[in-house]
Structures are given as C-alpha cells and as structure tokens.
C-alpha cells in the first residue's frame, strides 16, 4: 500500500488528539482565544512543541489573540476525523470492555462502539449499556452486517492470539489491543497494543530511578 | 533531582517490560533459549531492536543458541524491579479501577495493588476483589500507613483536578491517569498520561490514512 500522502507522525497525532479535547473543553466554557504556551502548560509540553504540532497540519495563528480555539477545533476535525463515523465493535464484555464502553461513548466523537462479542451467555444476546452482545462465532457476519471498522480487544489474554485469523477475515482495519499478548497483524491493518503492564511497569521504573538518584546523593 | 546513572529511554524500558512478559510465557512453556529474531517477530519488530535494547543494558548472548531465556529474565528483573514490592492505589473504583485491579493483581509482579480509593458509600469500607476501598477524604493517612508510592487515578475525569494536591502531599512519587484531564505535577513525581481516547484516535487516524491512500491509488 503506497501512501500517497504525508502521513503526520504517531505522536503528533496523539498530541492533536490531546490538543482537541482541551480546546473543546475550552469552548465550552467560553474560552474564544488560547496561547501555545497556555496549551502546552496544560500538556506539561513546551510552546515550541505545540507551535511545531500545528505547523505541521499548516495551520497558523493569531499571535497577539492566540489561536482561535473554534477555528483550531474545526482545522484538526479535518485532519483527525473521518468524513462519517467510524463503527468500532468491543470483543470481551468484561470489567474492562464495559469500563471502555461506559467511557467512550457519549463524547460525540466520529467514533462510536456500536457492538460488542463475548462467548459468556450471560452476555450473548443482551444489551450492555445500549450495545448489543453478540457470540463470537457470528464474528464476521456482525462485522459485516454492521460496518465495523475498528475493534478493541478486551478478552483475557489466554484466548487473544485465537482473535487474530476473525479479524482478518471479518476485513478490520485497524485493532486496539489490551491483552498482554502482542497480536501481530498483516500490513494494511493498524494495529496498537496497548497493555497497562507495560506502562505501570514504567512508571515504577523512572520512580524506583528517581529514588536510587536520592540515595545516591545521599538525602 | 541530578540523575547520577543512565537512565533507560522510556521505550526500551517499555520493550523490556513486554519481553520479560513473553519470556516469562516461554519459560513456563519449558524453552530455554529464544533467538533475538524470534522475540522480535513476537512483538513485531525487528531482531536489530531487540539485541539494540539487551546491549543498552549489557546483555550479551550465546548466539548458537539464543538467549537463554531463565538468566535473561532475571537480568530484566534486576533491571526494572525495585528490591521490595512496591504498592499501589487505586482511585476510582468503578468498571475501570476493578477492571484495572482485577487484571493486575495475582500477576507475581513486584507491584500490588493494596488499596483502593473511593467516594460511593457503596464502595467506601468494603472490600472489592480483596482490596480494602476507603473514602477519598483518608488519603493522605491510608497512603502513608499502607506505604504507596503509586496511583492509579480512574475516576471520572471531571473530578481528576481535585487530585492533584492529595497526590502531591500525600507524597506519592508516581501517577498513571487515565482519565482524559491531563495532569501536572512538579519534578520529582512520574506521571504517564494513558488517555484510552487518544489511542482510539490515533488508531482511527491511521485506519482513515489507509483508506484515502486505496482511493487515491484507484482500488
């Protein structure tokens, strides 16, 4: 797949991601101008990051008013969103899957978790938080039936690797996966892995260093 | 805070803490060795990241057979673990904080979840998944006679602001978020903003890319 376009790096895509729900909540409180430096206190970035972000996208300001937080908004919706929403479908309907749920949905956002798949039948056949519960086994047909393009992977970690042929069968584009098994996928399906392990072990790290660092000067 | 020793890059540290993961699942599947190139297929990346990331630590292999998967594991754990366990607590005890705590504990990590922290009477004084919840208003003491160093703040995100004064002079040395405010606290403190959100969109982003780049190629 040749990219034709200049895809903008992963972190600057995250950071407009952050930048947008700032600038929302802004506007909703009637905030009309904001400055890179106020944006970046509110990140713990520095200006000439958030200034170096949006020229990137191409979009400049103001400087004596600061950005137009209305007319920013509407730059990144450009660039972040798609023209129509975007169906995502939730495969494990546990603690974890309905916490996502509960909090993904409601934001109006051009995504939105329509489905969900489980093999408990408890939860098969039911609504859960006004998502209907699906068996596994209908996987593809429901994908299909539903436009779904995205799904987050919310099972146990045991059963993951199993989800990966359904998933390029059911021709998903793009997967979030919060299992500790990395699930590897073929070019053409974006694939995050995204496992809270991973980042509490790194938090503990940098603190545990932060305290060898005290020892070390003897406080 | 001066750092007198060479930090890790973050992502290697994060790497590390995948492969010790999957290291961990080789062992007890009884493989002694693994080839760089194998570890790298299983987290999709490839053999010269791997053996980049074992010399930034100082590990060196057997290359006839690979690495021997036992004395790289505990090479991994003297890296990223402190001496003792370190304990952590959770704000927030609704879907995410259970799920969290649920997914977590039980892992034989050197970090444990020991308590939880809540607002809801329903949750306050109880036990949920055998960890002691206590109102919010205990903090600083709970903090201090159950010796946490970390947080893990999935409360709802209008109320995330409100937590950083406790966090800070309860004395807590890191903080993983999860709720879509961005928070800031002075040096000396970690803080890893994991907004589920920001993923979800980074992803869809990419997803998005992919299918504009198929349109303008004419498929």
Do not use: W
């Amino acid at each position: 797949m040749a990219n034709v376009r200049n895809t903008i790096p992963e972190k600057t895509v995250e950071r407009l991601s952050e930048y947008r729900r700032t600038l929302l909540s802004c506007h909703r409180q009637g905030i009309t101008h904001i400055f890179s430096h106020v944006l970046a206190g509110i990140h713990g970035i520095t200006a000439v990051q958030v200034r170096r972000d949006l020229m990137l996208i191409g979009f400049s300001s103001d400087t004596k008013k600061g950005y137009d937080v209305k007319v920013l908004i509407e730059f990144i919706n450009d660039i972040l969103d798609s023209r129509n929403t975007m169906n995502i479908g939730v495969i494990g309907m546990g603690h974890l899957g309905q916490a996502i749920t509960r909090y993904f949905n409601g934001r109006g956002l051009k995504l939105r978790i329509t489905v969900a798949f489980d093999i408990d039948p408890a939860k098969v056949d039911h609504t859960i938080d006004d998502i209907p519960c699906y068996h596994m086994d209908r996987f593809e047909e429901v994908v299909a039936n539903n436009d779904v393009s995205i799904v987050i992977v919310s099972s146990p970690t045991a059963v993951a690797s199993h989800l990966v042929v359904p998933i390029i069968n059911a021709g998903i584009k793009g997967v979030l996966n919060f299992t500790s098994a990395p699930l590897n996928f073929p070019q053409g399906i974006v694939v995050e892995n995204y496992d809270i392990t991973t980042i509490l072990e790194k938090v503990a790290y940098f603190v545990k260093e932060g305290e060898d660092c005290e020892e070390g000067a003897g406080n």
